[in-house]
């Protein structure tokens, strides 16, 4: 059984374009979050909520709106697709907004043609 | 300056070698610190955190020296299996579980 899953794992899409990346997570944990690894592999947080609610917001373009309807569940949509927001985006979770460890999925592998 | 440097490698060693890999940071308000490895095309999972005394779990042992803000990983007796990228995570004591990442260090164990 997989703990954090996000799907699609492989997305292709043209500039311009919008689109959306789901995640669940079956730990039960509170807190989730949406971190972005871009070509030189620097892995880096976008979002986090605790509990649906918006904990932490990185500088991020507001393209990006992350959606949370409940604990188990935050996804990411983005408008108007560019060229640099192609990435791997991954999803995690932890027990709860201190915990120390994160459960990664698997990644989503996002290219924008 | 990055808040989480490493060099990232990569370091070629034989099966059995001991390698190690440094880490600084350069917020002296971070108070927690980790190990995470990633295999190529994966993602991340924790190795270990690190303590401020030293911790050892097999033939992993991390260090953690916060004068000099530095950290480090030894792995002895290296395995084909260890080839991965090593990634040094800081945590800081506030503002939710704020966890900053360094760029990885690659790994590679030749037989």
């Known amino acids: 059984d997989t703990a954090v899953s996000q799907t699609p794992k492989y997305l292709v899409t043209q500039m311009g374009n919008d689109k959306s990346i789901k995640c669940e997570q079956n730990l039960g944990h509170d807190t989730m979050y949406w971190y972005k690894q871009d070509s030189k592999k620097f892995l880096k947080i976008m979002f986090s909520y605790n509990n649906k609610e918006l904990i932490i917001n990185e500088t991020v373009p507001n393209r990006f709106s992350p959606k949370s309807p409940d604990k188990a569940h935050l996804n990411l949509h983005i408008n108007s697709l560019e060229l640099g927001d192609s990435a791997v985006y991954f999803c995690?979770?932890?027990?709860?907004?201190?915990?120390?460890?994160?459960?990664f999925g698997e990644g989503s592998w996002l290219t924008v043609v | 300056r990055k808040e989480v440097e490493q060099d990232p490698g990569p370091f070629n060693v034989p099966e059995g070698a001991t390698v190690a890999f440094n880490c600084t940071y350069s917020n002296s308000a971070s108070q927690s610190f980790f190990w995470y490895r990633q295999d190529c095309r994966k993602e991340p999972k924790l190795l270990m955190s690190v303590y401020s005394s030293g911790n050892e779990d097999g033939r992993f042992t991390a260090q953690l020296n916060r004068a000099s803000q530095y950290i480090s990983l030894l792995i002895r007796d290296s395995k084909l299996s260890d080839s991965a990228t090593y990634l040094c995570?800081?945590?800081?004591?506030?503002?939710?579980?704020?966890?900053?990442f360094g760029g990885g260090t690659r790994l590679m164990v030749k037989p």
């Open positions: 995690a979770s932890s027990l709860r907004s201190s915990g120390n460890t994160i459960y």
């Open positions: 995570v800081v945590k800081r004591g506030n503002a939710g579980n704020m966890l900053t």
